[in-house]
């Protein structure tokens, strides 16, 4: 099972969550950010359908896979400025 960490961080004169590199909408304090990150957290864990998605990489090259849609990965929320 694949493991999603979801990080609060300073963003752009605000607070974010950044998920392997990309960052969320810019909120305007740590707590809504935080409270946005778990409930994105929580989201990607819910089950849905088998689908066959298509995606372009870095190189731009394409890609077809099928995606299941039980195989939910593991999440969690790292806070390094909890209790700001």
Known sequence: ???VIYEVVEHDGGWA???AGSFSETFASHERALKAARRAAQE???PGDT???AYQDQAGIRHEE???GDDRPSTSVND???GR
Do not use: A, F
Request: glycine share 6%; proline share 6%.
């Open 1 to 3: 099972m694949s493991r």
């Open 66 to 68: 099928t995606d299941r």
């Open 17 to 19: 969550y950044r998920v």
């Open 44 to 46: 990607h864990k819910i």
């Open 80 to 82: 390094p400025g909890q």
């Open 51 to 53: 689908r066959v998605i």
